[in-house]
């Protein structure tokens, strides 16, 4: 199995006085393409820093990061930003939908930065929507639609462009549980489909329960690390 | 492009997100627009007012002397030397120019005035009373009596003059004055009018004769004169066209010198000079004033923006992408500012232009540079100070975007996310 992340020896140290903080303290992992993990731990405990150094929107202190055979902690900014765009999608714990862009253009936002054609990206989009309940509600702001159509706006926005990892932080936190289930069912679904690998920052039990991986930190180490056997999409 | 399009639908639909102060910054960048505008329209009209004032009272646009006549002002010393020149000839030679537009002659002497017990020492003037109107207003600036005839002995004094002379109209006046021959002229001559052009320094000492009636007292034949006046289109030609018409006579057998009222005057050029270079310094005030609150609205546009920017980020927009959507939102603004600023500027610009503003019931006139102003706001425009001004309030929306801009590509996307 293909290497989609790998990290070695990753420390993130924060300045601050008395003493830095050490969010993350030489985690070495590897997450194989196309798996479903969940990383859990308390508040403070580095996942959400894991996270975004992982997909290069903050630089380690020390270590090494691999997405794909990229080593990505020298790349400039500019570099980062293109290899996210072809390869990371982003879904956040609150959505952070573009509130100048309607639903549709807030999905269709990679493919605009691609290149793609409109007629190209309206199809892509309006499959999508289709596929995860959202048509009917393209032209909506996002003000105009309830925290699991944004939700599920922002993940259409992430798996548009088909990137190899998609790196979501909390993405049912500020969802019911029904809004919740609904959104994994997409998320496995696509994982599924399009052998799109998925890491998650989760507090949420329903997330690790349907999670292959699970890895827990602690202090920014990594406290435990388990693979589990069942994936279920719910009916 | 894609991206430039979205860029664009993105600064658009942001300056609309916070119409109150999207309005507000574009009403100060128009009001700006207005201010530097009208403040180059005012200042442009008192310079105008001050050349035409400078220049149409006595002066002229153009002068053209015996090229040895000044500074001395030698009576002697006149176009064509002592033979003189055939005037007819030599005025239409002059007049034949395309942007001249009337011409006329003068001759200058210095002499004695008596009346009664009093004497006053007087620089004497001749001429031309049909001419002379088309060139200047002097004539024009009679408060009693009639202009002149000539051939009729007739004097025009200054109000000032008139009561050191203790003078009033139909008195016979002797005047005295040395003749180009080596004699003293002297003659009588009748008060017919009195003139108050508000310069002191002509009310006091100058006065009026006819051509002939002077050239006569000082011994002059007719061909002889100090002095052709010129009347241009536009005073600010003046050099351009005191040039082009120094090489047309340039050819013709009398050495003549050609001056424009920036040689003649040159204080009062100068002080149009400084008017115009303040213009300069006045609308970089006003539209840096504009910048600064054009920076601070954008500055704080983009601090409210940082988390969407940071999220921008993350989608795979390059940190210039990031900049380009402030950029051009300050384009936006500068043309939503620009057109506001077109449509209250111009009507009232028109208005004002037609409509000078009368103050001489709260503030009497003054000389300035030897020029009289009256005090009336008049406002002058061209198409250069309005797209000047547009090309000023354009920069600024795009100058005043720029450091929000660079701010918001140095936006850190995790710390962003984190807010």
Partial sequence: MKTAVRTTNLWKIYPQEPDPVEAVQGISTEIETGDFVAMAGPSGSGKTTMLNMIGGLTRPSRGQIWIGDREITEMSDKDLAQLRLERIGFVFQSYNLLPVLTALENAEFTLLLSGIPKDERRKKVLELFNKIGLSGLEDRKPGKLSGGQQQRVAVARAVVANPALILADEPTANLDSKASADLLDVMERLNQDHGTTFLFSTHDPRVMERSRRLITLVDGQIESDERRNHLSVSP | ?419
């Fill in chain 2, 1 to 419: 492009m894609g991206h430039e399009r979205l860029w664009w639908r993105v600064a658009w639909r942001n300056l609309w997100r916070n119409r109150l102060r999207t309005l507000i910054t574009a009403s100060g960048l128009a009001f700006g627009y207005l201010g530097a505008v009208l403040v180059v329209g005012v200042s442009d009209g008192m310079m105008v007012e001050l050349i035409e004032n400078g220049t149409r009272l006595m002066l002229g646009e153009v002068q053209v002397h015996s090229e040895d006549y000044l500074p001395e002002r030698n009576m002697h010393h006149t176009i064509g030397g002592y033979e003189g020149t055939d005037l007819e000839i030599f005025i239409n030679r002059i007049t034949s120019q395309e942007e001249v537009s009337a011409a006329a002659p003068r001759v200058y002497g210095g002499g004695l005035l008596s009346s009664g017990e009093e004497t006053q020492a007087a620089l004497l003037m001749g001429v031309d009373p049909d001419r002379e109107p088309r060139v200047t207003t002097l004539l024009s600036r009679l408060v009693s009596g009639r202009t002149l005839v000539a051939g009729a002995n007739e004097i025009l004094v200054g109000d000032e003059m008139a009561e050191q002379l203790g003078a009033v109209l139909g008195d016979e006046i002797v005047v005295v004055a040395p003749s180009s021959d080596g004699s003293l002229g002297n003659d009588l001559f009748t008060l017919v009018g009195i003139l108050d052009t508000g310069i002191p320094a002509i009310d006091q000492n100058y006065t009026l004769l006819a051509l002939p009636d002077l050239q006569f007292l000082m011994a002059m034949g007719p061909p002889r004169i100090h002095e052709v006046v010129i009347t241009v289109g536009n005073a600010k030609d003046s050099p351009r066209i005191a040039g082009a018409l120094r090489e047309f006579l340039s050819d013709s057998e009398l050495p003549v010198q050609v001056s424009s009222w920036t040689d003649l005057r040159p204080e009062l050029a100068e002080m149009v000079s400084l008017m115009d270079a303040s213009h300069f310094i006045i609308v970089i005030v006003i539209f840096g004033m504009a910048a600064f609150g054009v920076a601070n609205t954008m500055l704080i546009g983009t601090f409210e923006r940082r988390r969407e920017f940071a999220v921008m980020r993350a989608l795979g927009t390059a940190p210039i992408g990031i900049g380009r959507t402030v950029v051009y939102e300050g384009i936006v603004l500068g043309l939503i500012s620009l057109i506001a600023g077109a449509l209250i500027t111009w009507p009232i610009l028109v208005w004002w232009h037609n409509s000078p503003i009368d103050l001489t019931t709260v503030i009497s006139g003054f000389s300035v540079a030897g020029a009289q102003w009256r005090p009336v706001l008049r406002v002058e425009y061209s198409v250069q100070a309005p797209i000047v001004a547009a090309l000023g309030l354009f920069l600024t929306s795009i100058l005043a975007a720029m450091y929000p801009a660079w701010k918001a590509t140095r936006v850190p996307p995790a710390d962003a996310l984190a807010d």
